[in-house]
């Protein structure tokens, strides 16, 4: 009777052991592994097709330099005459959106461009409009300022710059952010010969990019590069004389 009971026990005792090693092996084979330390993931520079990367605010003043087919134009932007534009203005030469771009109206009074060389381009950037700001520079000759259908917050990518005093556009809220500061003369240059004519054919430029444009109107001007140019460097002020050195100056007269 004994040896029968240690007997059972023997086999109850085994079968607890079999379970929790069972069971050990599960909980084992289910268990997350350790993950590894990540890895700080590159912050994305702006692209052109997801205008969520182009938001960095624009320096307080900031030069933009215009490589045209007829010369440099060099814009110097002041941020406090119109900050939504100038920040617009900043991110799309940084991220090269105004390369290869036409100057598709050119006329007496502007010299007009924003349309992408590139169909996807328009798709994204024609309806990504920003909040107005209010006129604190006058459109005189050499402002820049952003194109707009006339509506409230309607001005996307599309500037001018005026080549005459439109001092008319104030009153109707187009505020400039920025000022021609070199080359006025390759303004004056840049080929005005089809006049408004272009301007009613911006929904084929849309749709079609420079073909179009060198396709119909071979003569355009038009802007190669646009950088952000480096500001120069401020003369060193002169330094007051010490007052020893005064007294030095004294002692040799």
Do not use: H
């Not at 045209?68 to 959106?97: E, Q, S």
């Not at 009153?171 to 005005?192: H, K, R, T, W």
Request: net charge positive; aromatic share 8%; hydrophobic share 40%.
């Amino acid at each position: 009777m004994m040896l029968r009971m240690k007997n059972v026990l023997l086999a109850s005792s085994m079968l607890t052991l079999a379970f929790c090693a069972a069971a050990l092996a599960q909980t084992k084979s289910t268990a997350p592994a350790t993950p590894k330390a990540a890895t700080k993931a590159k912050a994305a520079g702006p692209n052109l097709l997801d205008p969520s990367t182009l938001k960095a605010s624009a320096p307080a003043v900031y030069l933009v330099k215009l490589n045209t087919t007829k010369g440099p134009i060099v814009i110097r932007v002041t941020k406090n005459w119109a900050p939504v534009g100038a920040d617009r203005f900043y991110n799309l030469v940084r991220a090269g959106f105004y390369n290869n771009n036409y100057i598709f109206r050119s006329t007496k009074q502007f010299a007009q461009f924003g349309i992408p060389a590139k169909p996807e381009l328009s798709r994204v950037w024609m309806e990504r409009t920003m909040l107005d700001d209010r006129v604190i520079q006058s459109n005189k000759r050499a402002m820049i300022t952003f194109a707009s259908t006339g509506d409230k917050n309607t001005r996307s990518v599309q500037v001018f710059i005026n080549k005459v005093d439109n001092t008319y556009l104030d009153s109707l809220g187009f505020p400039a952010f920025g000022e021609v500061i070199e080359g006025l003369d390759v303004l004056d240059m840049i080929y005005s010969g089809y006049g408004e004519t272009v301007t009613d054919k911006q929904g084929e430029i849309m749709n079609q990019g420079n073909a179009y444009l060198e396709k119909n109107f071979p003569r355009l001007d038009k802007i190669t590069t646009a950088v952000i140019e480096p500001l120069p460097a401020e003369p060193p002020k002169d330094e007051p004389k010490k007052a020893d050195d005064s007294k030095k100056d004294d002692a040799k007269k």
